[in-house]
C-alpha cells in the first residue's frame, strides 16, 4: 500500500522562502505530484518529479530522491496569495488514480 | 479555461433524500474518472474509479449501495448520494486523466454537499 506523511501546517513571512516536505512509501514508484488548494476550490497541479533531482519552475520548485523517498516543494519569493494547503500525492499501481497526504497547510503572514 | 466540469456547484438537500453530482470531461474523453470527497481542513480521499461500460470501482470502506456511480458515455459520471446523511455533507471533487495512461489529472472544481 501507500503512505504519505507531509507537515500539517506551516507559517511564513511575505518574500521569504518555504520548503515542505514530503515522505512516501510506495509499492512500486509511478512519481509525484504536488497540487496546490485554495479553501472550497478544486486542487492545481503545480509539479510532477519521475526522476530524482530538482525541477524549478518560476517561483515553484520540486526535488525529489526516490532512494529516500522523499520530496520537497520549494516556494520562493512568498506571496500572500501563496497561502493554500499544499497536496503531495503518487500515483496507486497503474491504475491511474491518485493517493493524497494529508495536506499542509501554508499561511503567509505579511 | 475548465475542462472538467460539475454539477451542481453547490446543493442543499434533507436527511434522508438523494443527490446527483454530474462531473463532465471537455473536448476530451475519460474512459476513467475519479471521485474524491474531502472534508473540512482535511485532504482528498479516493472513493472510487468510475469505468465507462464497467462498474465502478471502490475503495477499501466506501458503501458502493450508497454512493452510486455511473459512467454513461466518455464525457459522464454521475455520482449519486442515496439516503443522504448529515454525515455525508462534505466537499466531493472529480478527476480525469489528461489522456489515456497519464497520471495527470483534471480536476472538477467540486460539488459542496450539505445535508440538513
Known amino acids: 500500500g501507500q503512505n504519505i506523511d507531509q507537515p500539517t501546517e506551516m507559517t511564513a513571512t511575505e518574500g521569504a522562502i518555504v520548503q515542505i516536505n514530503c515522505t512516501y512509501q510506495?509499492?512500486?514508484?509511478?512519481?509525484l505530484f504536488w497540487y496546490q488548494q485554495h479553501a472550497g476550490e478544486a486542487p492545481t497541479f503545480l509539479s510532477y518529479?519521475?526522476?530524482?533531482g530538482l525541477e524549478e519552475k518560476g517561483r515553484f520548485s520540486s526535488f525529489l530522491s526516490r532512494s529516500k523517498g522523499y520530496s520537497y516543494l520549494l516556494l520562493k519569493e512568498l506571496q500572500m496569495k501563496d497561502s493554500a494547503s499544499y497536496l503531495c500525492?503518487?500515483?496507486?499501481?497503474?491504475?491511474?488514480?491518485?493517493?493524497f497526504g494529508q495536506g499542509t497547510t501554508l499561511q503567509v503572514k505579511p | 479555461g475548465a475542462v472538467v466540469s460539475q454539477h451542481p456547484s453547490r446543493v442543499i438537500c434533507k436527511s434522508g433524500t438523494s443527490v446527483k453530482i454530474e462531473c463532465r470531461s471537455l473536448?476530451?474523453?475519460?474512459?476513467?474518472m475519479f471521485w474524491y470527497r474531502q472534508f473540512p481542513k482535511q485532504s482528498l480521499m479516493l472513493m472510487a474509479t468510475?469505468?465507462?461500460?464497467?462498474?465502478?470501482?471502490?475503495e477499501q470502506g466506501v458503501e458502493k449501495d450508497k454512493f452510486l456511480i455511473n459512467h454513461a458515455s466518455l464525457t459522464l459520471s454521475t455520482l449519486t448520494v442515496t439516503s443522504a446523511h448529515p454525515e455525508d455533507s462534505s466537499f466531493y471533487i472529480c478527476?480525469?486523466?489528461?489522456?489515456?495512461?497519464?497520471?495527470?489529472?483534471?480536476f472538477g472544481p467540486g460539488t459542496r454537499l450539505t445535508v440538513t
Open positions: 473536448d476530451f474523453q475519460a474512459t476513467t
Open positions: 510506495t509499492s512500486g514508484f509511478n512519481g
Open positions: 478527476s480525469a486523466p489528461i489522456r489515456d495512461s497519464s497520471y495527470e489529472q483534471y
Open positions: 500525492a503518487v500515483p496507486s499501481g497503474n491504475t491511474g488514480k491518485l493517493i
Open positions: 518529479n519521475v526522476l530524482d
Open positions: 468510475s469505468n465507462e461500460g464497467s462498474k465502478a470501482t471502490y
